[in-house]
């Protein structure tokens, strides 16, 4: 929790092509490929302007670490281990998990323009940033972007105290006309982890009903819930809809075990607690993280013309609706983080003090200079 008397540092303003410049830097430092090096770049800050700064470049420590402990190989050779001319499953061979999953969605760009529709299933990945990067690449194409991937097991299945889920986070874009694109992006769970971190960082409780303690008790302390989950020693976050199932608890829960299905079972990686995993001497294995990722043809069903025009026409029917006293907008999944993306193009992305400093340590470490 903030400590009284103790004062918020102030945060650090840094533009994006700035942060990718060094992104890029370090995990070339780290014996990443300058093309691989560019895609995780590009993910980790793509979060950032879009305000999901749980998964920016909060994360490239982890994901340094990866490649140091021997989780996520730096030079590998993605491969094509089953092909239909719809479909695909793509073995990561351990890489990291933004470029493994950016090759992945282009070859579902690439079957759906030839046959309407491609799907491809990964194994042997890595975390791969925000779902919605992999789902927004069919954008560009007018076509219905997909995108899954399981997790590590921090989430707790309905009526269980033991965290066996990842938080398994959904994407799908979809073309608009005139109007921007739904772009819905989510955890399965309450919230990602990354929130419980960011809570942890800047001193502030977690809301009742994100997570709880070793006995399956609500708590709102963020550091004992990371610690749990870190020491497997029980709770978690809970699923989509909270404890139990009086609020759909159990709905959240169906979903991350259909993620799990649809990036492990169907590619044959690692589901469940079984991501993740160590050896006997209790050292990283390779994570052998599972995707999902898809696109498909708008005009496989009705000319793109006419369902991007419906689409518009739904966007500003569900807008221009009755709102709740004291709301002055209803919202379209992917809205804000638009206009937060453009905020921050314009402004420069906000770092908190901890990730600032996180950030300058990496530098040190490598030999390299921060961009602020």
């Not at 302390?221 to 020693?233: C, E, F, Q, S």
């Not at 160590?278 to 052998?288: F, H, M, T």
Request: with cysteine; proline share 5%; net charge neutral.
């Amino acid at each position: 929790m903030q400590k009284k008397g103790v004062p918020v540092q102030p945060e650090v303003l840094v533009s994006a092509e700035a942060l990718r410049a060094f992104c890029a830097q370090v995990f070339e430092k780290l014996g990443v490929s300058h093309d691989d090096a560019k895609i995780t770049s590009d993910v980790l800050v793509a979060a950032d302007l879009r305000g999901v700064d749980s998964h920016g470049v909060a994360r490239l420590s982890r994901y340094a670490n990866y490649l140091k402990d021997g989780r996520a190989r730096a030079q590998f050779e993605a491969r094509i281990v089953h092909e239909t001319p719809s479909t695909a499953v793509i073995d990561g061979a351990a890489g990291l998990g933004p470029p493994v999953a950016y090759r992945a969605m282009q070859l579902a760009i690439s079957k759906a323009r030839d046959n309407y529709v491609g799907f491809v299933a990964v194994r042997n990945s890595n975390h791969f940033g925000i779902a919605g990067y992999y789902a927004m690449m069919a954008l560009e194409y007018d076509m219905i972007g997909m995108s899954a991937s399981n997790a590590k097991p921090v989430v707790l299945p309905t009526f269980g105290r033991e965290a066996v889920l990842g938080t398994n986070p959904i994407s799908i874009a979809v073309p608009a006309g005139r109007e921007r694109a739904f772009v819905l992006d989510m955890a399965t769970s309450t919230v990602a982890q990354g929130k419980v971190e960011i809570c942890e960082r800047e001193g502030k409780p977690i809301p009742l009903g994100w997570a709880t303690d070793e006995k399956g008790r609500p708590t709102s302390d963020p550091t004992l819930v990371l610690r749990n989950i870190g020491d497997r020693i029980g709770g978690g976050l809970l699923p989509l809809g909270g404890m139990g199932e009086e609020l759909g608890g159990h709905k959240g829960y169906g979903l991350a075990l259909v993620v799990d299905i649809f990036t492990a079972l169907l590619s044959g990686a690692a589901f469940s607690d079984l991501t993740y995993p160590v050896d006997e001497n209790d050292r990283p294995l390779p994570a052998n993280i599972g995707h999902f990722l898809g696109a498909i043809r708008v005009d496989g069903f009705r000319p793109l013309s006419e369902f991007k025009a419906t689409m518009d026409g739904l966007i500003r029917r569900i807008k221009s609706s009755s709102k709740l006293e004291g709301a002055n907008r209803i919202y379209i999944h992917g809205e804000k983080e638009f206009e937060t993306s453009e905020r921050r193009q314009r402004e420069g992305i906000p770092l908190c003090h901890e990730v600032a400093v996180d950030l300058q340590t990496i530098a040190k470490d490598l030999g390299l200079r921060v961009p602020f």
